[in-house]
């Protein structure tokens, strides 16, 4: 049981460059996420998606993309990276309210540590 | 909307001693409550939740936390922790009718021999 895959852990950016991060998960989950965590700054929900198709914006969205063709996927794209954007991402997953008690937490990946020169 | 305030952002503390971290919450609707394990380089890891019903939840690793409503707070604790608790722990919110939880800041908990 693989859980959320995100893949790479590691990535370094030039300025302007662009990327894409990539967020698998295996549990058919309908409800996924992306967070960036920075230091002591707790994590920030920057998009969500809760169902293929559906994608809403969190509360840093600001050079980021998302889409959500399949329950599996949801790939977040950074465009024109910048300094500010290096951080640790991490994507989650879980079942909506109400779809049995083991589904109200979230499932983490491991993150994608991206830095930013 | 809702907030989460972690009230300690570093708890140092002696192996098998008591330890408490402080979560406060703010929300004008029902909520459910988390509290997250985050080791070294790794993702958060869900510790227990507080959905309804008993006030006082079991979570593992021998951790337990207390919701009280009406001082909106949610409180992490262990009688005795170990060396391995040395991590950093989130406390989260959800409203119930919504699909997204909002984090704290976090606190690291730093256990010494």
């Known amino acids: 049981n693989a859980g959320v895959t995100q893949t790479p852990k590691f990535r370094i950016l030039k300025i302007g460059q662009s990327m894409t991060l990539q967020c698998a998960q295996d549990m058919n989950h309908n409800y996924m996420y992306w967070y960036r965590q920075d230091p002591g700054m707790g994590l920030k929900l920057i998009y969500y998606s809760v169902g293929a198709g559906i994608t809403d914006k969190g509360e840093v969205p600001n050079g980021y993309n998302v889409s959500r063709s399949t329950t599996e996927y949801f790939p977040l794209r950074l465009e024109l990276a910048a300094p500010s954007q290096t951080s640790v991402y991490f994507c989650a997953s879980r079942q909506p309210p109400g779809q049995g008690p083991g589904t109200y937490g979230y499932t983490f990946g491991s993150g994608t540590r991206l830095t930013v020169v | 909307a809702q907030s989460v305030t972690q009230l300690d952002s570093q708890v140092p503390v002696f192996e098998e001693a008591p330890v408490e971290l402080r979560c406060n919450y703010s929300?004008?609707?029902?909520?459910?409550l988390f509290w997250y394990v985050q080791y070294p380089n790794q993702g958060l890891q869900l510790l227990l939740k507080?959905?309804?019903?008993?006030?006082l939840v079991k979570g593992i690793n021998g951790f337990e936390a207390e919701f009280n409503k009406s001082q909106t707070s949610f409180h992490l604790r262990k009688p005795s922790v170990h060396i391995s608790d040395t991590a950093e722990y989130f406390c989260?919110?959800?409203?119930?009718?919504?699909?997204?939880?909002?984090f704290g800041d976090g606190t690291t908990l730093t256990v010494k021999p």
């Open positions: 989260a919110v959800s409203e119930t009718n919504a699909g997204k939880s909002t």
């Open positions: 507080y959905l309804s019903g008993s006030t």
């Open positions: 929300s004008s609707v029902s909520v459910y």
